[in-house]
């Protein structure tokens, strides 16, 4: 499962209900403002209270500061993390949203054909995708399959649907910078022509410590980005709130997505057969989490190694690659268990924090934005 196929005006602005502005406050009640991040804090045209302001950038260069947003919704432009709970991408969207008194609408771009992807990564995918329309829909929130060029559909969707933001969240990825450059280009270039201005803004939803934040240029080991990253993790790795219901209505005009369709419609090698041991989206990865935790996470340390014993490896990896799952929530599964697993515990947070954005670190340095 290596490839991945893909896909408010300021905190002072009081225009929303005053029952929702504190229900969305109450959420981030236990999410700390990040030190780190006071540098980039005038670039976010908005801030929800508690939100790590160095959690989100602004791509576009239209909006660099505090300007009132207009708009009949706000987009989501969701690629890498697809899932609906523990992703703050979705909610900084939401939180804008409900500051403008506007739907949030999602919406997901599936390409025709992605590298070397096949039936076998696309198939567990889209398992996942149908499981992010389900929840969005039962939160009135429409969600949006786009088919063909990135590019093109997510610049157009904003521009149709007259959205105040676009948000999407964080991939290091060459292909994936790539898009993310172009829309933002699109924008600025838009916004230059209407006089009207829609920001771009990024979430990194998918480490716990931002990218951008663990480390600003290129670690050449895991023993040097370690004693950055790990003095940041505590000030990160919290509880992440609930997304909140869209205002009633706000499915009109969204169909169902016909997904057999979508993954008939792919130009993919598809002698490269799904598996049956595992089962795709979030519910799935919950349990299996829940499985790891309980049989084979004491002894991880010494036995994550063994190709003989199958209970030591967490099977977290397709889910985590797909963003199915939120890294946070594993990492904070794991720490709770921690006095009935000891070290292993330790050894654990080491592959999945360290290790793992570690990558990400080397392709973000590797492939920066070049505006």
Known sequence: MSKRPNSASGSTNKKAKANDNNDHEEQYDDVGESSASTSIAGTIPHIPTGFHVSRARTLTKNHRGHQTLKGECVVLWMSRDQRVRDNYALLYAQSVAQSLQVPLKVVFNLVPRFLEATLRQYAFMIGG???????????EIPFHLLMGDPVDNVSNFVKDQDAAMLVTDFSPLRVSTSWVQAVATRLDQASGQARTVVPMIQVDAHNIVPCWVASPKLEYSARTFRGKITPKIPEYLKDIPSPLQNPAGSLAGCTAIDWDAALESLQINRDVKEVTWIQPGATAAESMLTKFIEQGLKGYDEKRN?????????????YLHFGQISAQRVALAAKRAKQG?????????????VRRELTDNFCFCKFPLSF
Request: aromatic share 2%; hydrophobic share 35%; net charge negative.
């Open 341 to 353: 697993a000891g070290s292993a515990t330790d050894s654990f947070i080491e592959e999945l924090v």
């Open 306 to 318: 063994d190709p003989n014993n199958l209970n030591a490896s967490s099977n977290m990896s397709p």
């Open 129 to 139: 995708l149908k499981e992010v329309e389900t929840e969005l829909r039962s939160l």
